[in-house]
């Protein structure tokens, strides 16, 4: 007889059952609730809930990859490159600075005021995760969600970027979160230019602080401004990229998921690639 669940607990089952279904996966072992580390049941573990102060990276190792046979992708090294304009680039100008770190990087940009953006944010979203993270995330800018809280992706397009990575086996905590830009624009609209000049540089230190292995860009801008390309994101999403030493992958933004579902399946097959390239397989559970 097996053993009743409440539910409320059911019912998230049935939730992330459906997601899954949605993301292309239907194969499931019928003692999914055996196994500690299921898919099943990491992905119900309570949002782990981001929080504001930035972690010390000393007292942190680098979270270790959990379970290690790769799924089967595209080699990194068959990497197109996307053609990057000719013309001054973002990145070049921006000084290296010796053994930076997030604290300093957030105690530089200080109560920003260096764009016009500053003028209707509530909160700069400097960004959140592991300080040593091997995946990072960089989407466009915050929301009215974010701009409340200060923090990223916490609206409904972050709840679905949380359940993202939770598929892949990881919990919000082992990845670092940050966009292009640290304020919210106006009526949400695309960050200007200027303003993408202006917070280039602390995106750039972050990620030259954390020195992550993959970067996923998610959405157009991410992708273009990191890329510097003028090409459509639907032309080179899912293929490697090489960004300054770090391996680059553009995909759809979540909130463009939520529009068109059906794209869902061609973010799981990039975020798959990503896995393997970080040695991630999907936690298998033994059958009965
Ligand atoms: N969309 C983004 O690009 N970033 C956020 O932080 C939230 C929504």
Redesign the pocket.
């Known amino acids: 007889m097996p053993e009743s669940i409440p539910e409320s607990l059911q019912a998230r089952i049935e939730e992330r059952l459906r997601y899954y279904e949605d993301l292309g996966i239907r194969l499931f072992y019928r003692d999914r609730a055996a196994s500690g580390a299921s898919l099943a049941t990491s992905a119900l573990t309570p949002s782990q809930a981001p929080s504001a102060p930035i972690r010390e990276e000393s007292s942190l190792p680098r979270p270790k990859s959990k379970v290690m046979v790769p799924v089967s992708a595209e080699p990194a090294s068959r990497a197109t490159p996307v053609v990057v304009p000719s013309g001054p680039s973002l990145f070049e100008a921006v000084e290296k600075v010796k053994d930076d770190t997030l604290v300093k990087i957030r105690e530089d940009l200080g109560d920003c005021t260096r764009c016009k953006l500053h003028k209707g944010r509530n909160k700069i ?1 400097f960004g959140d995760g592991h300080p040593k993270a091997e995946l990072v995330f960089v ?5 009215a969600d ?1 701009d409340a809280q200060g923090l ?2 916490v ?1 409904r ?2 709840k679905l970027l949380t359940q993202m990575i939770e598929a892949m086996g990881l919990q919000r905590k082992d990845v670092y979160i940050c ?1 292009v830009v640290k304020c919210r624009p106006p009526e949400n609209r695309a960050p200007e230019p200027d303003e993408v000049k202006t917070c280039s540089p602390y995106l750039l230190r972050q990620i030259d602080a954390i020195h992550p292995k993959v970067i996923v860009c ?2 157009a801008v991410a992708a273009k401004t990191l890329l510097e390309t003028t090409r459509g994101i639907s032309q080179f999403r899912g293929e490697w990229q090489e960004w300054r030493g770090h391996k680059l992958m553009a995909t759809y ?1 979540p ?1 463009y998921l939520l529009r068109n579902p059906p794209a869902k399946a061609d973010v799981w097959k990039d975020l798959q690639k990503v896995m393997a390239e970080l040695g991630l397989q999907l936690p298998k559970k033994k059958s009965s």
Do not use: M, S, T
Not at 139 to 143: D, L, T, V
């Open positions: 979203v989407g466009e800018g915050p929301g974010e990223p992706f609206g397009a972050g966009n998610l959405g933004h909130a």
